[in-house]
């Protein structure tokens, strides 16, 4: 059925517990969805080094401390570098105070919290080259960043105090990037985000009433788009955001720092597919991935029902009052059409 004749519809995200509002009447045919700006903007894409662009090779020392690198033995010649973010949001000194203790201390039955803002908060810088980008890589390349997270996971998992790890990636200066070099972000907090910890709820509800993992009954018929060994990629049944795609393990899995270099390069060259494919489609959307796994303290009668994934978020439009008031998104073009008109699009080989 075409999108223009299509009625709305009120789905139920079961992942995250929050309804859509998928609605066509409010968008142009779905293959007609174009970001308006292109993502890359590099003043000379061509050139392999930016001398102002600290993330470049040979600008090393422009940087906040390095925490390691990819060989690790490798001088100029690295694939992947992670350093602490120069800008932090938090604070690596576990003992930073909190100013509205005070203020919480006076008002205890406010139910209000203040912790001091102690965390982590790294980038992984993607490649030496400033002009390359994710899906440029590699599907080897895009596996060696991808175990760079694992490592880097694994490292703030021996720190008792941090519960939840969120690695994110924003391409674009509307979708939140500052540099133009491509990188990731990784902020590992004290306490466990209220999305994730709805998402938890969510998947032990469906747990509960169907004795299954919600993202291993993941229904696939018209919403899969391509699928590797190990992984799926799919329009979500109930997309928040229009040609939003997720990335699942066909196994089951709670956490992202699971991943072994098999999945890894397994994984490398589905994420490059999709990254190129809503490049193609979208005239090279500004995006965010997010990978959303499982608390790093997660008890075994939790590990059947926590399954971790990747949500790529094409930036198409902006977030008005309705969604800000009701939490609830309403999204333009339905998943089962996303994922046929990203199922057929045509990426070049290389020669």
């Not at 303290?297 to 198409?316: E, F, G």
């Not at 800000?324 to 070049?348: H, Q, S, W």
């Amino acid at each position: 059925m075409a999108t223009a004749n299509r009625n709305p519809e009120i789905r139920k995200d079961a992942v995250n517990n929050r309804l859509v509002i998928l609605s066509p009447a409010r968008s142009r045919r779905p293959s007609d969805f174009k970001s308006k700006t292109q993502a890359k903007s590099d003043s000379n894409p061509s050139s392999n080094a930016q001398p102002q662009c600290p993330f470049c090779a040979g600008n090393e020392h422009q940087c906040a401390p390095e925490i390691f690198r990819t060989p690790e033995d490798s001088t100029s010649d690295w694939n992947v570098r992670v350093i602490e973010n120069l800008y932090p949001a938090l604070s690596r000194d576990p003992e930073v105070k909190s100013e509205g203790e005070e203020y919480v201390h006076a008002n205890s039955a406010s139910g209000e919290v203040s912790l001091g803002g102690f965390g982590f908060h790294d980038v992984i810088i993607e490649s030496p080259v400033h002009s390359v980008h994710l899906p440029d890589l590699s599907p080897s390349g895009v596996a060696v960043v991808l175990l760079a997270y694992k490592k880097r996971i694994e490292q703030l998992c021996a720190i008792d105090s941090i519960s939840y790890v969120q690695v994110f990636k924003n391409h674009g200066a509307s979708a939140g990037a500052s540099m133009s070099h491509s990188h990731s972000q990784i902020l590992a907090l004290p306490v466990i985000p209220s999305t994730a910890s709805t998402r938890l709820n969510s998947m032990k509800e469906y747990h509960d009433q169907t004795g299954k993992c919600v993202l291993c009954n993941i229904r696939t018929n018209k919403l899969l788009i391509d699928e590797s060994t190990h992984f799926i990629s799919i329009s979500p049944f109930a997309s928040t955001f229009a040609f939003e795609t997720w990335i699942v393990p066909r196994y089951h899995s709670s956490h992202y720092h699971e991943l072994d270099e098999d999945k890894a390069a397994d994984l490398g060259g589905l994420l490059k597919l999709t990254l190129q494919k809503l490049s193609i489609q979208l005239n090279d959307p500004p995006y965010n991935f997010m990978i959303h796994t499982s608390p790093l303290q997660v008890t075994s009668s939790q590990l059947p029902y926590t399954h971790w994934y990747i949500q790529i978020v094409p930036q198409l439009s902006t977030i008005g009052g309705f969604e800000m008031g009701t939490g609830c998104y309403i999204n333009p073009v339905f998943p089962e059409d996303a994922a046929k008109i990203l199922r057929e699009v045509e990426v070049p080989t290389r020669e």
